[in-house]
């Protein structure tokens, strides 16, 4: 049991035999003791005020001097003001180190069948284009969120929604047919989906074309600037086209479903390999072209409920000025349907799927209205995790040259980044002399691990609400608070564990007395458990991040003050090796709900 709750408890059975009142659980405030003052933890007093009618000093000199006597995890206490400040026994904190070796998975719950089941939605990608450093945030995000969320007891699925439908589908379908001369990934040595998001480009570089003659056409024939090429854009060409296309695919054209199932699946063979790298994936994948018309039934079934409106060109919408909104379009009049559409039809085969009781969708801030319509729209149509979905909105991934531009092929692939972290990784390695006494496929594997561990710290340290800057240089640095000086000092843990194999240096009974570094360290580790629990209600993986980074510095600077092996008391030596191993367990379990592998050696 953790000192804070058997603290509690027993402030609990003070209150009681003191005042002769029961207090809430709740009411009992324990928080780590301030540094200028003697204590590990300190009770804040006021709340039983009414309950003892004394002062603040009195009360807390009562119930400290009860703990005193009848809790065997309290040494001593003082007193200042309305703080009780309590100096913690030795024998509970080798306790609690005891308690964390035990558990393989110390500070995370397991599921029951009784636990919630939560569904995670990540990584969303369209199938015209490679997946990029943007959803490389979103994919470490939604993969962490999963991990975080079972940590806490939950069941989840992780769920994936392939945009494989829709316009821009069909610039890269119309784009290959006229410019591709038949080209495959066999033919072209690309991966399928760099293929596909070539012709994405090469659409918008013609498109953009067209626009810029008939502008200056109509600018010619006497129409205003702001004019000519809105209508320009309207008029061209190659976005009729696309637009026809779009609705033969939608009318079943089975030249037009032919090549699209054709293009997809040159796509999804290459964002397999992608997620592979990433190390993420999914327990089940839906797509739009499957769910779109899921959805236009939902509309229309909404509709003969009187919940939206036709309006007279046809189109459908939903009236939302009642909860402050305005109205939002869900059916084109021409019968084809918006996102909003799909997002419903999705919910709609989930919802039968799987017994949800909570939605998390993992997708960037610029849809933060989206998700706030469908909510209401879901909860309008009967869902019962309508009205609760959480949209874990996040803020966009910049470089130090500025935003990302599908169209304009101005984005970093995703494959091209893990490539060139890995290839950093193992330059920077080589460098240090980390790779010494290797084989090329140890050092191989190392500079794998080490060059994605360095990416996905680096997004995920990062609170996710914020807009954030990627620089690679900084993520790989073996010092400072990056992926590769924790999966180090992992490392060194591992060598000093191999050592004390090697010398059967035995465990034994631990009764040393500890030091204050010692005693901060177990108190660090217990911390996890509560670091869990608030990354879990947070939808944080940034606190993970910043705890694993805390005690990964917390050991070093013990490391620098105290030897381990060289210890020749054998009470001493025993009690910091188990710390040291805890530590490595701790650390590795926290990396891995952030996805990130710990090498046993670097």
Known sequence: MKIESIISNSVIEAVKALYGQEVAPKMVQIQKTKQEFEGNLTLVVFPFLKISKKKPEDTAQEIGQYLQDNCSAVATFNVVKGFL????????????????????????????????????????PNTNKPLHLGHVRNNLLGWSLAKIMEANGNKVVKTNIVNDRGIHICKSMLA???????????????????????????????????VKQLTAKYVAEGMDTEEAEKK?????????????????????????????????????????????????????????????LKGKAKVEEGLAKGLFERHADNSVWADLTNEGLDQKLLLRSDGTSVYMTQDIGTAEMRFKDYP???????????????FQVLS?????????????????????????????????????????????????????????????DMTDEERNEIARIVGLGALKYFILKVDARKNMLFNPEESIDFNGNTGPFIQYTYARIRSIMRKAA???????????????????????????????????????????????????????QFYHDYSILKEEDVQKRAVRLKIAANVAKVISNGMALLGIEVPERM
């Open 176 to 210: 290959w047919l006229k410019y591709g001369n038949c080209e495959t990934p066999e033919t072209s040595g690309k991966k399928g989906d760099h293929l596909i998001g070539d012709y994405y480009v090469a659409f918008d570089k013609h498109y953009r074309e067209e």
């Open 356 to 370: 949800i009781d909570k939605m998390i969708y993992v997708v960037g801030n610029e849809q933060n209205y989206h």
């Open 232 to 292: 320009a854009k309207e008029e061209a060409p190659l976005i009729k086209e696309a637009h026809e296309m779009l609705v033969k695919w939608e009318q079943n054209d089975p030249e037009v479903r032919a090549l699209w199932e054709k293009m997809n699946n040159w796509v999804y063979a290459g964002f397999d390999e992608t997620y592979k790298a990433l190390g993420v994936g999914f327990d089940k994948i839906y797509y739009e072209s499957q769910t779109y």
């Open 85 to 124: 400040n309590l100096v913690i026994a030795q024998s509970a904190w080798l306790q609690l180190l005891a308690d964390i070796d035990a558990d393989a998975k110390y500070g995370e719950r397991k599921a029951d069948e009784n636990s919630p089941l939560v569904m995670i939605e990540y990584s969303s």
């Open 376 to 436: 209401i729209l879901l909860d309008r149509l009967g869902f019962k995790w309508g009205k609760e979905l959480v949209h874990f909105s996040y803020g966009m991934v910049e470089l130090p040259n500025g935003k990302m531009k599908s169209r304009e092929g101005t984005v970093v692939d995703a494959d091209d980044l893990i490539a060139t972290m890995i290839a950093d990784a193992k330059q920077t390695s080589e460098e240090l002399g980390k790779f010494a």
């Open 502 to 556: 090697e010398m059967n240096i035995p465990v034994g009974e631990m009764k040393a007395e500890l030091s204050q570094k010692e005693i901060d360290l177990i108190q660090k580790m217990s911390d996890y458990a509560s670091a869990v629990e608030q990354a879990g209600k947070d939808y944080s993986p940034s606190g993970i991040a910043n705890y694993c980074y805390e005690l990964t510095k917390e050991f070093n």
